[in-house]
């Protein structure tokens, strides 16, 4: 392994100090002005003042359809005394737009004239520009139209055109070099094989970029080879306004940045005490150093400079997609401002309540994803999992909480400040279902969003029991629930009851499901029924205590007289029946328990050994309220049934009863 | 001029309905889907939910840099008593994202190996897949990554990306076609004579279109026409998912498209109840019956047509720009929500004081522009003027107040609700400035916004007097004035005293500016006096009550003698400087009065008759307060002075010098 180089962490209040210092010392402020058509301005920023060329109206003009006269020549007409003007010499019939004759300053309305053989007949008088738009009513030449430091929108396009101006001076857009690193990462379509990972870095990268008014060009992946990285920031410095390189995860990967951009500049910061993100790199890198070091190159850019600082902004972003939105949230950000002459990105806030505990190590300040519902009128954050290489949880968040770096954590019902990252979320009206994980839920989500725009599912798993906790303590409008009672071998009801008042919860079926043993194809350790689970050698991947699965696992081992201290892997836990599929699949597992749904979509065998009723556990009082009253408008129709029969394994039959608990 | 089709017009209300109903019978929804690749995948949205083609991490993966190991070799290893593992039988090392070898299902970290000659020393057990990323841990192959109906950003299509998949179906982008119309109309950049007007709206609704997932087609210009017209039309629905046609203001034009329509399909409103946007025209147009009748250019665009419905939405836009945005706003912006099967555009809203009277006639609904800024902590909303043609009330606008129907209008003081135009409007620092008119509030504008990003001048013209009236009741933070006191030749001083207790008001020099009369290049008419006002025949532009160059005009009139009402055009008010200067350049008047930067911006001719102070006039206890503590050291840069003094007229050796009245 090549040898680290040295590093300080520092804290993010530092690290921001550190870059604002860099970037002023190194003079990145605005891009220069460049020149274009209006036609191509939308999006883009004034440069400076544009000041108008020419008037609006550049003419006077009638502002209604009637007689254009000289006010002087109605003085007295009225009603009672009509006036008489000889067409044309006094009065002449114009459209609104038309200009006005010379020597006429008003207009007489359409209604208040009788065309007679020459003459017209008036009924009003009109003061001077009376029904006229005179010349520069809107805008006078020279006049400024928009400032500078402005974005332009389509209202903005139109002043210009309105003022004659058929090019304005904006910021040239920034242009950013997105490098993916990496020996092991290959770009998106490639067959990857196992230790290979597909580049999505760098789309995610050039495209916030771009959503924020950059250019941004993708550079070819540079595999772990110091020449090549070294290479490549140094015509990504020549070329552009930063030069933003994605370590891969890999040990090489992750070295040779630092090394590479100590040669070419200067490394202002390496590592940050925070959590996802912690191996930024942040410094400048010396463009025309890069210049001399590189004449091969150079005559093709040379069109492409201009007066921009020689040090360049250098962000090594760290390849987990987590950490690389962190990495961009909190340095690229403020760069883009700068760049501009815009302040930064508004963050909108809310305050929410945590919906459950989640502990953090003192030390790092900390960054959790946070989905975002209102229960009963209060905000609730649901925090996602928050592995720094989960993109799904970028997918899923609506918010974000900070957790300071010398708190432990945050509390269940502690009340939170949140970050908004879907800004138009108070738009939608979410329905949290918290619980057992069924496939349905997905799908309920699709057909909502499409039958009520707007509306949305936003689920989590935590399993059946752990899910009626949370309807309890108002965090979740519903809780996917399967807790089969041993005593009855009914579902739910006896859970229900010994949480709630009589009548307080309902159940709505979702539908009666198929669960069983997920094996390989073709079964070929031939398992059939729960008693084989106790065969030496077999390895189980089991799921988290308090789920509907488990306890049904629990129930019918005890049913088989099989001790679970002797089944190995009954310890390994997942949280959801694909994430149990998955292990099975890859050979993690021989066997799990789940749901046939889960085990048909990843092509695996499955032996069925129960029937058991998935239902949503709900607040009686809320059920004819939205979210609730459209969520199980969409249960009953036939598209959801009709999906869910495709998925394999549901009865349908009772999908959408509810019975009061 | 043509017949008038007969029409009645409807409520907004009823306008909605109509326009809903007439949709829902076309079955106007979401636009088809269309297959493309995850890299223009942006912005689209999804047409159906998005499934994991590939699971990852799709194998199982090293999360550290250490040795993998099988967990079950690791049992009892501590500081204590450590324990060794033979290389690369039991243990070998890994970096982060490599693949586990056969057999291992776990890694121990770098730090708790000691590495010997063939062997590892360990000091720490490992659980099963301790610091690894099992196979699907973020997704599963088949798992739902975006379901249907939702905006794909750059994170999602990082997710996309994740989980192989390439391609993807999104909505088509609904296109519809902008056909602006009228013989009066011309493109941009023409040479417009009298009577021509640029077509801007063309390039605003396009430009709303785009910004909104359309992708708009501008057609060329039609005449009045009504063949041509209708043509246009037919070809319009054959290739789009709707047709706007952009009346032109003139009689001919405003006629012929609801007749157009009329005969190629329905006309479902003509006329609303609203101010501005009365002229809408809302129908369904048949893009069958177009394509029978115009079958010579059916062909070459077949290949655009696919499965929509037959009646399309058509939408007669008024041809003022206030006009256009609101019947945007109003009818465009649904259809796109329903194209996009996304709710409709989130309205944000604040409440806010209004600064004037708004009077408003009964019957119309009124929609009226307002800036908006924070004085002393409470939202103040100031009306814009209302001309439906100003086009740059629509680039000053911050938010929109709705007046009912039945109201008589706004009173000031007046707590109305305001949608906001400007989303992120209060990350802004806004100065609110009110009074008189200068030239140099353009200025401080655009470099308060260069040296503070965020911060803005918003300035509205009432005159010196109306101003600090404002001031005084806080619906401003500064109020330009220049009010001479006749008795005492001083300015500003003994009015801010009448209104406010000694030391209440400070105020602030902006520069000593020139005054004098405003005559045509070359000053013709040989003026040079005050008194020369009051010649036979000269035709005066005056400004409006209060302002501060009216008091000039009025104390010297009575100084010399002269009767005002003798005075052709006395009457005649304008707002601004730079208005008088361009009443002045068409002719309209032969003199009027005004600041020097004005009459040099126009190139007229102008006699020096006075220097004056014009000054902002700000509450003493809020001169270190933002926004005016930035306004302050804007005025007192070199490149304001610079900037004031290229205007021509200024002396700016006071400016930003502050005394306490």
Redesign the interface.
């Known amino acids: 392994m090549p040898r680290k180089p040295k590093r300080t962490i520092v804290s993010l209040k530092r690290a921001h100090e550190l870059w604002q210092q860099a970037l002023d010392g190194a003079g990145v402020g605005v891009t220069p002005p460049e020149t274009i058509s ?2 191509q301005a ?1 999006g883009r920023v004034t440069a ?2 544009v000041r108008a060329q020419r ?7 009638a ?1 209604m ?1 009637g007689v254009a006269v000289a006010a002087a020549d109605t003085i007295g007409a009225s009603e009672a005394g009509p006036k008489r003007l000889r067409i044309p010499d006094q009065a002449e019939y114009v ?5 006005l004759p010379d020597g006429r ?1 008003a207009v007489i309305k359409t209604e208040d004239v009788a065309r007679l053989k020459d003459e017209v007949e008036i009924t009003a008088a009109v003061a ?2 009376d029904n006229t ?18 974005v332009i ?7 210009l ?2 003022g ?1 101006v ?1 090019a304005a001076a904006v910021r040239r857009k920034p242009r950013v070099a997105v490098i993916p690193t990496g020996s ?1 990462v290959v770009p ?2 490639t067959a ?1 094989a ?2 290979q ?5 760098s ?6 970029l ?2 924020r008014g950059c250019e941004a060009t993708r550079w070819d992946i540079v595999p772990d080879d110091p020449a090549a990285l070294w290479q490549a920031i140094a015509d990504a410095a020549r070329q552009c306004d930063a030069v933003a390189v994605i370590a ?5 990967s992750r070295d040779y940045t630092a090394q590479a951009l100590a040669e070419l500049g200067e490394v202002v910061v390496h590592g940050v005490a925070i959590r996802p993100g912690k191996p930024v790199i942040l410094g400048l890198v010396n463009s025309s150093a890069a210049v001399s070091a590189a004449k091969d190159s150079a005559a093709q850019t040379e069109d492409k400079r201009d007066a921009c600082p020689a040090m360049k902004p250098f962000v090594g972003v760290p390849g987990y ?1 987590v950490s690389a ?1 962190i990495c961009f949230e909190q340095f690229v950000e403020p760069l883009i ?1 700068r760049w501009r ?3 930064g990105r ?1 963050e909108r806030r809310c305050r929410a309540v945590v919906s459950r505990d989640v502990p953090s190590a003192a030390g790092s300040e900390e960054f959790v994803r946070v989905r975002l519902g209102a229960v009963g009128g209060r905000l609730v954050a649901v925090p996602l999992a928050r ?1 720094a ?4 949880s ?2 899923r968040a609506d918010g974000m909480v900070r957790i300071p770096a010398l708190s432990e954590g945050l509390a269940q019902g502690e009340e939170v400040e949140c970050t908004l990252l879907t ?2 979320l ?3 009206l979410t329905a949290l279902i918290t619980g057992s994980h069924d496939l349905s839920l ?2 309920l ?3 909502l ?2 039958m009520a ?2 509306m ?1 599912v936003a689920s989590t798993h935590v399993g059946s029991q752990a899910g009626l906790g949370a309807l309890r303590d108002g965090y979740c409008h519903a809780a996917g629930t399967h807790l089969l009672d041993p005593e009855t071998g009914e579902y739910n009801l006896a859970y229900v009851r010994r949480l709630f008042k009589p009548g307080e919860v309902s159940l709505v079926t979702v539908a009666l499901r198929q669960q069983g043993l997920m094996v390989a194809p073709g079964n070929p350790l031939r398992l059939a029924t729960w008693a084989d689970l106790a065969r030496p050698g077999l390895r189980l991947i089991n799921r988290q205590r308090g789920a509907g699965t488990r306890v049904l696992l629990d129930h019918e081992l005890r049913r088989a007289g099989v001790d679970s201290a002797r089944i190995e ?1 009954y310890r ?1 836990e997942v949280y ?1 029946h ?2 149990v ?3 099975v ?2 050979g ?1 597992a021989d066997v799990g328990i789940g749901i046939a749904a889960a085990a048909q ?2 092509g695996l065998g499955f032996v069925p050994l129960a029937m058991e009723r998935y239902e949503l556990a709900v607040m009686s009082k809320s059920l004819d309220e939205e979210p609730l009253a459209s969520l199980i408008e969409v249960l009953r129709t036939q598209d959801f049934r009709r999906a869910l029969t495709d998925l394999g394994g549901y009865d349908v039959a009772e999908t959408g009863a509810v019975r009061v608990a």
Chains 1, 2 share one sequence.
Not at 95 to 99: E, K, L, S, V
Not at 248 to 252: D, K, L, M, V, Y
Request: charged share 20%; proline share 9%; net charge negative.
């Open positions: 209006f036609a939308q400076a003042a008037s609006s109206p550049h003419y006077h003009a502002a359809d459209n609104t737009g038309d200009a300053d001077p520009w738009r005179p010349e520069g009513e809107d805008v006078v030449v020279t006049e400024v139209i928009l400032p500078e430091g402005r929108r389509p209202v903005d396009v139109a002043a055109i309105a004659g058929t092991e998106p379509g990857a196992p230790g990972v597909v580049d999505f870095d789309y995610l990268l050039a495209g916030l771009e959503e891969g995860a890999s040990a090489g997609p939105m401002a002459g815009l302040p508004v592995g290489g989960l993109v799904t970028l997918v800004p138009d108070f738009s939608e997905d799908i989500d699709s057909l969003r499409r725009p707007g949305r892997g390994r959801t694909l994430a599929a998955a292990a699949r890859s993690a979509a990843l």
